[in-house]
């Protein structure tokens, strides 16, 4: 009876070690790891462009609505221009005028004035031909002093006429001061022309760059001062990504980082952003840094201030050594270690890890490729202790 009662204690004794307890654990193997670091954040663009207008008018078309598209030079606001035509019909009228006035000189007035001063001097040389027989007659005694003086005037009305030709040649030649004037009539014309026309054109403000209409404050019919904040653009030339993320994984960020982010409204669509810009500072309030992100290609449902969750890139080892985060003990230390199961028994194995993903690190020392390691922490376990790894 007494040995009977030992054999049952022995046995019971002997039950752990004939049958070790049953543990769930993984295998240290090599695969590619991607270390991200992961925030939310939303959508901005450099910088907002205000649209207002440079005259003051009524507004009779708003051919755009909040939300949409545009291109630069797409009327955005089209105002009353009744008068702006009506002002541009003058000063087409005036510019008519100052150019009929200038062909008027070439054309009309120069050689007009050029033939009379031909006929100027012709009538001179009649003139002093005359008067040199009339001295002649005079001092010969077949002339009257009368008809001396007579000849003598008419030389010297011929003389004037000649001068005054002369001068009308010259007033109405290029250099001359008649054309001189018409010429500066004819660019005054254009001139004011050109101030209607500029005039007329603020009456339909455009788009000054590509973008989306995010803010509307006019309607037909309002009346617009010059300098007015009508409307308010986000430029397409780029859009960013502001995040703020915790100053412990400042030292992982660096410029140029790739990153996939996806819109909260869309968690299913993702797109690829760079990192761009660290804030130089950190906020003591909150304990983060703003980063700033650019999204070179970003998509069509992407507008200002939506909220959108971004992974960084930060470190990528190719063929490393991985093991499940869960696995391992201390991992937030400067001594982690794991239970390594060698020979059927629990071991205590300090290691050292490197990059770290969502749900895996890298080991740089203390564990070897296809090396067992308990999975679920092994709670209760003292070293030494048998066990038996089942894997996955």
């Not at 001179?124 to 040199?132: D, F, K, M, R």
């Not at 070897?368 to 092994?378: F, Q, R, T, Y």
């Amino acid at each position: 009876m007494v040995a009977v009662a030992a054999a049952v204690v022995a046995g019971l004794f002997a039950r752990p070690t004939l049958f070790p307890p049953r543990v769930a654990a993984v295998a240290v193997e090599r695969r590619d790891l991607v270390q991200t670091v992961v925030a939310s954040g939303r959508v901005e663009t450099p910088y907002r462009v205000n649209v207002g207008s440079q005259v003051t008018g009524t507004v009779a078309t708003i051919p755009v609505a909040e939300g949409q598209t545009v291109k630069a030079g797409d009327p955005l606001i089209l105002l009353d221009d009744r008068e702006a035509k009506a002002a541009v019909v003058l000063a087409e009228a005036a510019v008519a005028e100052a150019e009929a006035r200038l062909r008027q000189i070439r054309d009309v007035t120069l050689p007009s004035a050029q033939e009379t001063l031909k006929q100027a001097q012709a009538n001179l040389l009649n003139a002093q031909q005359s008067y040199q027989r009339a001295v002649k007659l005079y001092h010969e005694g077949y002339a009257t002093k009368a008809d001396f003086d007579g000849v003598q005037k008419d030389l010297d009305v011929a003389k004037t006429q000649l001068r005054s030709a002369e001068l009308q040649v010259y007033s109405n030649s290029t250099l001359g001061s008649a054309y001189v004037m018409a010429e500066t009539q004819l660019a005054q014309a254009k001139s004011s022309l050109a101030s209607a026309e500029v005039k007329l054109s603020y009456t339909v403000i455009t788009a000054p760059v590509d973008g989306t209409l995010i803010a509307r404050a006019v309607e037909r019919g309002n009346v617009v001062q010059a300098g007015d904040t009508l409307m308010m653009l986000s430029p397409a030339s780029e859009t960013r990504l502001v995040l703020d993320i915790d100053e412990k994984n400042l030292s992982a960020l660096k410029v140029g980082q790739s990153a996939l982010a996806s819109a909260d409204a869309y968690p299913d669509q993702t797109f690829p952003a760079e990192l761009v810009y660290i804030n130089p500072s950190v906020d003591a309030a909150q304990g983060s840094v703003a980063v700033k992100l650019r999204v070179p290609d970003p998509p069509a449902y992407l507008v200002q201030d939506m909220t959108v969750s971004v992974d960084i890139e930060v470190a990528r080892r190719q063929n490393a050594l991985i093991l499940p985060l869960a696995a391992v003990h201390d991992a937030l230390t400067e001594a982690p270690w794991v239970w390594l199961v060698a020979g059927g028994r629990a071991t205590h194995r300090a290691i050292r890890i490197g990059a770290r993903g969502d749900a895996k690190v890298e080991i740089l020392e203390g564990l070897e490729e296809a090396d067992v390691v308990i999975a679920n922490g092994g709670v209760g376990l003292a070293e030494g202790d048998r066990v038996k790894a089942v894997l996955p």
